[in-house]
């Protein structure tokens, strides 16, 4: 596993971090520049996973963030999903997840490919007058052009979106 | 060396309610009456096989007290409310005619674990000699209060056993019999102390209370030593893991940390106790669900990195049982 890192990019009210590697309890939060961004989105593309010990650090750094500004969460891959999922906390009060990689399985050739479903379209996030959902559908695989499935069980893996 | 768990309950006593009891009845016997459909002869063995222990046996409700023994040695670890159950054993052998020397290490002195004290009968037989240890320098003052009127009706200048104090050093070893004891700091609100037992080369961590708000080996600094190279670890995991997050300060813990420090340290086998009062026996089943679906996804995880990770067993233990160490 690679050491977690995160890149911090500022313009304007948007502030980005793009975290990479594993977090676990060797994470350091505090190479996060200080910024009062009113918008702060979290690209988690490059995370290859999280252990407990990562997310009770990732908490405690993230509480006090989302207090003050608008966490956006992007591209998070399956193993940040399942641990959403799974333990939750990852996403804070408040925060929006915007999309999330589903791994795909071709039957046909084998071929495995993470999609990007983005909310409003393969899922959506609850608000105060509407319910949250998902949408699984098979898809054409880049290899072979075959049906491919969604290679997880939806509401395991979903279940980030109905907890409060 | 083995451990017998007489308390594994955190916080409080934990009794079950009329009403649960009688739901775990029904339930039980609504099952039976399934298997008869099956098994006309009905052995109820065979149907108690079947079912899930936690349904027909619970976790028990007594508060933290571990008894450690060796061949010729015998060690307890707080005074939990379990340690009643323990003084009615330890009344069969020669603490019931005043022969006995007992050790007991106190990690602190919250409610669940001194709440046994004043009904622990062999304090009551004159001639037992009774040891307690801690790392705190007011432990005589401590176990003084316990039995201060008007809280118990026997004051503690009217206990005919002879009572010994020992204070022993943070990060120290220290040899009760052929038992070593090292204790190491753990997170708590109050100072509580995580225990190092060794005994011919085998090691059993107690983790207990602790909410590990030093997480990696740096920032536990001498305290790492606690989890170091250990065989088994007894852990908080008084609650689910967003519970625990979101109870900052309570000073408790939740299985995933502890399997995670247990994966790090290479321990073998994890026992999770100190389980909320407040929690159903069917609350702490989903909680080990929950740490089985966890310890799932991650064994995947650093399989697919081709990185697989050592093997721990783990489960939630329930009072009573005992474990090879
Ligand atoms: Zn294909
Ligand atoms: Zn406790
Ligand atoms: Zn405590």
Known sequence: ?164 | MKAKLWGVRGSLPAPYTPEYLEKKVRGLLQDYGEYLKDNAEGDVDGFLNQTERHRYQGFGGHTACVEISTDSSQLVIDGGSGLRRLGEKMMLGPAGLGRGEMHILMTHFHWDHIIGLPFFIPLFVPGNDIHFYAVQEDLEERIRAVFRKPNFPVPYEALPSKIHYHQIAARQPKAVGDIVVTPYELDHPDPCWGLRIENKGRVLTYAVDTECNRLSRKEMGEDAKLYENSHVLIFDAQYSFLEAAEKVNWGHASAPVGLDLAIREGIERVYFVHHDPAASDEKIMKSAAQTAEYFNKLKETYVKKNEPLPNVEWSFAPEGITIEI
């Open chain 1, 1 to 164: 596993m690679k050491q977690f890192e995160v890149e911090a990019e500022q313009s304007g009210e948007q502030l980005t971090l793009r975290f990479s590697g594993f977090l676990n309890e060797e994470a350091d939060f505090t190479q996060i520049p200080e910024s009062q961004a009113q918008n702060v989105a979290l690209n988690l593309e490059q995370l290859e996973g999280s252990n407990s010990l990562g997310l009770k650090k990732w908490i405690s750094w993230i509480t006090p963030v989302s207090q003050t500004a608008q966490i956006t969460i992007e591209k998070a891959p399956p193993e940040i999903v399942n641990q959403m999922s799974i333990l939750s906390g990852f996403v804070p009060k408040g925060a929006k997840v915007s999309s999330i990689f589903v791994p795909y399985y071709c039957d046909s050739c084998g071929h495995e490919e993470n999609i990007l479903f983005e909310n409003g379209s393969g899922f959506v996030t609850g608000t105060a007058a509407t319910k949250p959902g998902y949408r699984i559908d098979d898809r054409p695989c880049t290899q072979c052009g075959a049906d491919a499935e969604a290679d997880v069980l939806p509401e395991a893996y979903f279940k980030f979106l109905f907890q409060k």
